[in-house]
Structures are given as C-alpha cells and as structure tokens.
C-alpha cells in the first residue's frame, strides 16, 4: 500500500498550508483511520490529528487544536490537514498513516497504524 503526503513547504508565522494524503489506487482509504503525524529534527515522532475509519469522528493533539483541521474527500481518496495560524515550533516533516483499528482513543499511538506515507516538510520562519 502506497500512502503519499504532499502540500508542505516554507510560510510564515501565522500563515496557513493544506496537506494531502493520497492513497494507491485500489485502496479504499475510507476503510480506515488516518493519522497525521510529525518529527522534528531531533525529537521524537509527535502525534498531530486523526480521522476514525467509521463516524470519520477526528481527535487532535492539544497543541495543534483549534488551528488544524482534519477532512476527508472520498472522491479523490484522500485525506487533508488543514493548518491555520501556523507557528514556528510546527516545523516538521509531517506524516499520514492509515489504520485498521475501530478504537478511537488508541488513534493517537503509532503502533495503530499498519501504512505509513512518506513525509512532507513544513518550514514555519518567525
């Protein structure tokens, strides 16, 4: 299974980006749980936001809550990352990753997840 995260790049402090996790064709992304992760350099991978596989319920880091927006768009088979009001300290090279699991409080663990996309940098200056 291939997972693709795209859309990321340089903004400003208070700016805004939209990513995008597409899946293979033949996936049925909607099937699952998708999470969005992130690892700056020289910290530990960071839980950001998840999509339950069923009520398509989201659930957010406390630090991104209130700025970032997880969608889904079955059409395009994907999902997106809405962030708003970006700050220095979201610079990272985020990640999706899809899971099977039906408990949402367990979204924020990695270990849920059984596909994982390559990143995207998002660079925020001050």
């Known amino acids: 299974v291939q997972l693709q995260a795209s859309g990321g790049g340089l903004v400003q402090a208070g700016g805004s980006l939209k990513l995008s996790c597409a899946a293979a064709s033949g996936f049925a992304f909607k099937r699952y749980g998708v999470g969005w992760f992130r690892q700056a350099p020289g910290k530990e991978r960071e839980f950001v936001g998840a999509v339950h596989r069923n009520s398509d319920s989201t659930l957010y880091a406390d630090s991104v809550k209130g700025r970032f927006t997880i969608s889904r768009d079955n059409s395009e088979n994907a999902v997106h990352l809405q962030m708003n009001n970006l700050k220095p300290e979201d610079t990272a090279v985020y990640s999706c990753?899809?899971?099977?699991?039906?408990?949402?409080?367990?979204?924020?663990?990695?270990?849920?997840?059984?596909?994982w996309g390559r990143g995207t940098q998002v660079t925020v200056s001050s």
């Open positions: 990753a899809a899971s099977n699991t039906i408990i949402f409080s367990r979204l924020p663990r990695g270990s849920m997840y059984a596909y």
